[in-house]
């Protein structure tokens, strides 16, 4: 792609129905229980994407056998019924490049399994949290020890079967810490409960893992309203369908919100598993028609929309979504309850506060969220910076003329998102 993509409003509403890739959370939930369990298991509708590529070959270096159709979007794998067996060279780093899901989720199976491995990735994953996570897996019988900086990748891990019991959490700066220690649980010696003293940040997304869970037979559940506990189980290989990613789909459907028209997004409705999905609501309070069924979502431009007072915390990927649409609204925007954000691919609240200033709009950053005032004309022609961070390219593409730059970021999750913006008559 190349270094720089002109995105401009389309040329009249859109109608359509518009599909986005699998979600990116379910893939590499699914690929990591799918490669713990006893048989074989077809995975269909998976994203193939920078993120799930990495996941892919990481487990394929543990002896786990995936084989993906000529698009990825179906892959079969070859359970190994328990602890991952080995790694193909105990000092070759696993690359987990920008992948918070990979990096997060195999620490913990690796934790839990016989083996020894270093796992590494991108700059900037070496500079996000695992510290909680790490704690924990210790504190379990795992041997880790951090080669740059004190609980952070990379990191050398030798394995052991964790015993199981009670893990006490504060609340951790992401919920894949928690995601973490229960994908890892049905490997364990004994029952494993986590009780999160202060709260689960993002919960959806730890309901979602739960979910998955059964999905391959373990009993997986909350006990109390911050309390977790998975049994030790082997798992069973099976057919699991990828939902279209929630998150990717809110940009899809904003594109009617913001220019008019009506955008269908097939197979995401509110039996959904993905949190992101009810990001609907947040258009509907800013003033978008919705209809929401059980598998399909719906939103249609009413010509104006106005500013909200957001509490995003369940849905924090939703939030520069949110930032893109404010600048289109009336009146002012608080978005809060996101600081997680400060630890992503990129700090998604200084970014957004940056890129809405060149746009015109006046943004106070707190250290949770944003206030943001639109202008009262979007600055046109501004170059958007996107951090290496995919949901800043795609999110900021909802401003009007604007120049993105470094487009190729959206491969982490939607590789095809700017030719869709294309076959709209979006890109110049």
């Given at each position: 792609?190349?270094?720089?993509?002109?995105?401009?409003?389309?040329?009249?509403?859109?109608?359509?129905?518009?599909?986005?890739?699998?979600?990116?959370?379910?893939?590499?939930?699914?690929?990591?229980?799918?490669?713990?369990?006893e048989?074989?298991?077809?995975?269909?509708?998976?994203l193939?994407?920078?993120?799930?590529?990495?996941?892919?070959?990481?487990?394929?270096?543990?002896?786990?056998v995936c084989?993906?159709?000529?698009?990825?979007?179906?892959?079969r794998?070859?359970?190994?019924?328990?602890?991952?067996?080995?790694?193909?060279?105990?000092?070759?780093?696993?690359?987990?490049?920008?992948?918070?899901?990979?990096a997060?989720f195999l620490?913990?199976?690796?934790?839990?399994?016989?083996?020894?491995?270093?796992v590494?990735?991108?700059?900037?994953?070496r500079?996000?949290?695992?510290?909680?996570?790490?704690?924990?897996?210790?504190?379990?019988?795992?041997?880790?020890?951090?080669?740059?900086?004190?609980?952070?990748?990379?990191?050398?891990?030798?394995?052991?079967?964790?015993?199981?019991?009670?893990?006490?959490?504060?609340?951790?700066?992401?919920?894949?810490?928690?995601?973490?220690?229960?994908?890892?649980?049905?490997?364990?010696?004994?029952?494993?409960r986590?009780?999160?003293?202060?709260?689960?940040?993002?919960?959806p997304?730890?309901?979602?893992?739960?979910?998955?869970?059964?999905?391959?037979?373990a009993?997986?559940?909350?006990?109390?309203?911050?309390?977790?506990?998975?049994s030790?189980?082997?798992?069973?290989g099976?057919?699991?369908?990828?939902?279209?990613?929630?998150?990717?789909?809110?940009?899809?459907?904003?594109?009617?919100?913001?220019?008019?028209?009506?955008?269908?997004?097939?197979?995401?409705?509110?039996?959904?598993?993905?949190?992101?999905?009810?990001?609907?609501?947040?258009?509907?309070?800013?003033?978008?028609?919705v209809?929401?069924?059980?598998?399909?979502?719906?939103?249609?431009?009413?010509?104006?929309?106005?500013?909200?007072?957001?509490?995003?915390?369940?849905?924090?990927?939703?939030?520069?979504?949110?930032?893109?649409?404010?600048?289109?609204?009336?009146?002012?925007?608080?978005?809060?309850?996101?600081?997680?954000?400060?630890?992503?691919?990129?700090?998604?609240?200084?970014?957004?506060?940056?890129?809405?200033?060149?746009?015109?709009?006046?943004?106070?950053?707190?250290?949770?969220?944003?206030?943001?005032?639109?202008?009262?004309?979007?600055?046109?022609?501004?170059?958007?910076d996107?951090y290496?961070d995919?949901?800043?390219?795609?999110a900021?593409?909802?401003?009007?003329?604007?120049?993105?730059?470094?487009?190729?970021?959206?491969?982490k999750?939607?590789?095809?998102?700017?030719?869709?913006?294309?076959?709209?008559?979006?890109?110049?």
């Amino acid at each position: 792609m190349t270094s720089e993509v002109r995105v401009r409003p389309p040329p009249g509403p859109i109608v359509a129905a518009l599909t986005p890739p699998g979600s990116k959370s379910l893939t590499n939930r699914a690929l990591v229980l799918a490669a713990m369990s006893e048989g074989t298991s077809m995975l269909r509708g998976c994203l193939d994407s920078e993120d799930t590529q990495v996941m892919r070959a990481a487990l394929g270096r543990c002896g786990v056998v995936c084989e993906a159709s000529e698009d990825a979007g179906e892959v079969r794998v070859t359970g190994v019924g328990g602890p991952l067996p080995r790694v193909d060279d105990p000092e070759r780093p696993i690359d987990v490049a920008t992948a918070g899901t990979a990096a997060r989720f195999l620490a913990a199976v690796f934790a839990a399994s016989p083996i020894r491995c270093v796992v590494d990735g991108s700059a900037r994953m070496r500079e996000r949290p695992m510290e909680g996570l790490l704690q924990a897996l210790r504190a379990q019988g795992a041997d880790i020890r951090c080669l740059g900086a004190d609980d952070m990748l990379p990191c050398e891990i030798d394995g052991a079967r964790l015993r199981g019991g009670e893990i006490r959490l504060a609340r951790p700066p992401s919920s894949q810490f928690i995601s973490a220690l229960l994908l890892a649980a049905p490997l364990a010696e004994a029952p494993l409960r986590v009780v999160l003293e202060q709260g689960t940040p993002a919960r959806p997304y730890v309901d979602m893992t739960l979910a998955c869970l059964r999905d391959f037979g373990a009993d997986a559940r909350w006990v109390e309203q911050d309390v977790l506990e998975v049994s030790p189980t082997t798992l069973r290989g099976r057919d699991y369908h990828v939902e279209p990613d929630a998150s990717a789909a809110t940009y899809l459907l904003s594109l009617a919100a913001i220019f008019g028209g009506e955008v269908r997004v097939p197979g995401l409705g509110r039996t959904s598993q993905q949190g992101d999905a009810r990001f609907c609501d947040v258009l509907g309070r800013m003033g978008a028609h919705v209809l929401q069924g059980p598998e399909i979502t719906l939103i249609r431009g009413t010509g104006t929309l106005h500013g909200v007072d957001l509490d995003l915390s369940d849905m924090p990927d939703t939030t520069l979504t949110a930032a893109v649409l404010a600048l289109h609204a009336s009146g002012p925007t608080r978005i809060r309850g996101v600081d997680v954000l400060r630890h992503h691919e990129s700090d998604r609240i200084a970014a957004a506060a940056t890129e809405l200033r060149k746009l015109g709009a006046e943004v106070v950053e707190h250290e949770d969220g944003l206030d943001i005032t639109p202008p009262a004309q979007i600055a046109q022609d501004a170059a958007i910076d996107t951090y290496r961070d995919h949901r800043v390219a795609m999110a900021f593409s909802l401003a009007g003329h604007v120049t993105i730059r470094d487009p190729g970021c959206v491969a982490k999750t939607f590789p095809k998102y700017f030719e869709v913006l294309a076959g709209l008559g979006m890109v110049e």
